[in-house]
């Protein structure tokens, strides 16, 4: 779906994923599949296939619960230290493009930004450490604090009572399907997705909601 640009005047808060949408996906993409996978066979002393296919399994079964996402959960399920062979692999982490313009031109135009991601608080650290990426934005806000994942009835609920926004003058952008059909849901007006969220994936075709491939597509002028 092509995106057709809106006016930035009828926006005041833009709600901004993290991982796939500000970052590139392809860390923990390489994390998840990869390297997790490789390290977990070492320290367990099985066949890194064996490991990779039973993972990919246990993975799977908590997608779209705040599981998925937890470092916590996963150190104690797979008795790996999880966050720590995460660093072991940070050098992958990075920005998509023009994100760093895209950002310092709402704040030149007074557009209040907020990052909602539903990372653990470890990994959130890691790629703020990394990047410096709270420093560009208003507002880091950790979905865990929330004990709810943001495809969850009643997340963007409990997001409003610590972020007031305008849910007719509030922008999110999401590489996820399932949070931006969330946030359609509850009610937010303007939603964006992401063609690319992982630079070393193919571009995906996108038809439910309107998409870019790169922020300058949609940099307040």
């Avoid at 930035?8 to 970052?23: F, K, P, S």
Wanted: with cysteine.
């Amino acid at each position: 779906m092509a995106y057709k640009m809106f006016d930035w005047q009828n926006i005041d808060t833009v709600l901004l994923d993290m991982d796939g949408t500000l970052l590139d996906l392809h860390f923990d993409t390489f994390f998840w599949l990869e390297h997790l996978p490789l390290r977990y066979a070492q320290i367990h002393s099985i066949d890194t296939e064996d490991a990779r296919r039973w993972l990919h399994e246990r993975i799977i079964q908590q997608q779209g619960s705040l599981n998925w996402y937890c470092i916590d959960y996963w150190t104690q399920e797979l008795s790996v230290p999880v966050a720590e062979l995460k660093k072991e692999v940070a050098d992958k982490i990075g920005f998509r493009p023009h994100v760093h313009d895209f950002l310092a031109s709402l704040k030149q135009h007074g557009i209040r930004s907020v990052i909602v991601t539903n990372a653990h608080q470890d990994s959130l650290n890691l790629k703020i450490e990394k990047t410096g990426l709270n420093q560009l934005v208003d507002e880091v806000i950790c979905s865990h604090d929330f004990a709810m994942a943001k495809e969850t009835p009643g997340f963007w609920d409990k997001l409003q009572e610590v972020e007031p926004f305008d849910k007719q003058r509030t922008l999110l952008i999401d590489d996820s399907f399932a949070v931006l059909e969330s946030a359609r849901t509850f009610g937010i007006r303007y939603l964006l997705s992401i063609f690319q969220p992982d630079s070393q994936q193919p571009k995906r075709e996108i038809e439910n909601f309107p998409a870019i491939e790169h922020f300058n597509e949609i940099t307040p002028k």
